[in-house]
């Protein structure tokens, strides 16, 4: 049967514990504090700790996400993840998230639409409730995207960050509240402006391409600067017609992260002030698909979203792929007390003969070991310290958190 509505009913996040400064970073490449805090306005972002990955991270956030919900995990019957930084390329990050969380009745299947992942999973999700197939479906976006960056190239590896942010949407019986309209785009046009060369099937990895640098993230930044300021506007204008509203009937706009000086353009060009933006860009650099839900998460949890509200999510990414949802807000804010109950931890099995290469970048591992002390340090995942030469040795849980992982017998 259709329901009447579908509502955000739950919203959580996680951010890894290991901060990496501007400070930092000017100690690797040619690059200084205000260099980058004046073009990004990013100050700090994330790093995961080696124990974990983009399942273990999308798990906390879908954890709290579920418990603001007020809903079990086996509530949960559908689970859409957004991700290009996915834990492996088979099988998908959401079938370990699956695990992680205790559900066991939920389909799950990955979104791959970078940056603008989590809108493109949230109006899936919204078609997938609407049309009566599922009751609650879990979009998460979730990023581990400092172990995809070349540490020698200033132009990207200031930019990202690491984190997950998720949403429970519900079937409701009452009319009205929960997505009002909505616009994806994609334009290959700019396919080539942010790009891993290889490691797909057009360049399958070999020693050469390793060598050669093709697994990290590469991107045209003016290129994409360009596309950024004149997507963003339109696919949220378009949006915001489409639900039969105005700018002025927004309360609040939750953009993807990226840059500030790209939401300041847009808000300028839209005709909006500041104040009615949404901005934690300082904190956590881009974090891709995580970093709406995120943002969202942040927003309600601090007051800025109340029942009734309008609000926007709009983001831009690789592809170039643009996302913009409009939703009336029908949840009670203070229901996100719940996820501070959640435990961050999360954890998913290993085949017993194997083990992964010690996954943080080796320019990194000092660096965070010395602000974060035993965060990043421990625990170890043993194995060669050189990303991509892995060692044999006892197989391990990879697990997210304050606590060590398991280790399995
Ligand atoms: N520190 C110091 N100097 C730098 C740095 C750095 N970290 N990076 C670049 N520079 C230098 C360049 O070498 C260049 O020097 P030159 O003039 O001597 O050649 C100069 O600064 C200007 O370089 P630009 O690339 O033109 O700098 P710009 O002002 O465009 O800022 C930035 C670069 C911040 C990357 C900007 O272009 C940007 O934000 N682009 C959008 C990126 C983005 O939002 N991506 C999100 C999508 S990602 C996804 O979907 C996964």
Not at 133 to 153: A, K, N, Q
Request: glycine content about 10%; aromatic content about 8%; some cysteine.
């Amino acid at each position: 049967m259709q329901p009447r509505s579908a509502r955000i009913t739950g919203w959580g996040m996680y951010a890894p514990e290991g901060v990496l400064t501007n400070e930092d970073l000017a100690r690797l490449v040619d690059t200084s504090d205000e260099w980058i805090f004046t073009r990004t306005g990013i100050r700090e972002r994330r790093v995961a700790a080696p124990h974990e990955t983009a399942a273990t991270m999308g798990a906390i956030a879908a954890k709290r996400a579920i418990a603001t919900a007020g809903l079990e995990a086996d509530d949960i019957d559908m689970i859409l993840l957004a991700t290009c930084t996915p834990d492996y390329w088979l099988p998908s990050t959401a079938a370990f998230v699956k695990e992680a969380i205790g559900n066991r009745r939920a389909a799950a299947m990955d979104v791959s639409a970078a940056c603008s992942g989590f809108v493109y999973g949230f109006a899936t999700a919204d078609a997938m409730v609407r049309s009566g197939m599922y009751r609650h479906v879990l979009v998460i976006g979730s990023e581990l995207l400092t172990r995809f960056l070349d540490f020698t190239d200033r132009s990207t590896c200031i930019l990202f960050g690491d984190g997950a942010g998720a949403v429970v949407l519900s079937a409701s019986d009452e009319p009205g509240g929960g997505m009002l309209g909505a616009e994806l785009t994609t334009d290959p046009e700019g396919a080539y402006f942010i790009w891993m060369p290889s490691g797909g099937s057009a360049s399958p990895p070999s020693a050469q391409t390793v060598s050669r640098g093709e697994h990290y993230i590469r991107m045209e930044g003016r290129e994409t600067y360009r596309y950024a300021t004149k997507t963003l506007a339109s696919t949220a204008v378009t949006a915001i017609e489409r639900a039969g509203l105005t700018q002025d009937d927004i309360a609040l706009f939750v953009p993807h992260q990226a840059n500030l000086r790209i939401i300041e353009f847009v808000a300028r060009s839209m005709g909006i002030d500041m104040g009615r933006v949404y901005v934690n860009v300082e904190r956590y650099g881009n974090t891709s698909a995580a970093s709406v839900p995120i943002a969202l998460a942040e927003a309600v949890d601090s007051g800025r979203v109340q029942i009734g509200d309008n609000i926007v999510f709009v983001a831009f990414g690789a592809g170039f792929t643009s996302g913009a949802a409009v939703v009336e807000w029908t949840a009670d804010p203070a229901n996100g007390v719940r996820a501070r109950a959640v435990v961050p931890t999360a954890s998913v099995h290993l085949p017993a003969d194997w083990r992964a290469a010690a996954p943080v970048p080796p320019e990194l591992a000092d660096i965070l070991a010395r602000r974060n002390g035993s965060a990043l340090a421990e625990p170890e995942v043993p194995g060669s310290s050189q990303r991509g030469a892995p060692e044999p040795a006892e197989p391990v849980r990879a697990a997210s958190g304050s606590v060590p992982p398991k280790v399995t017998a």
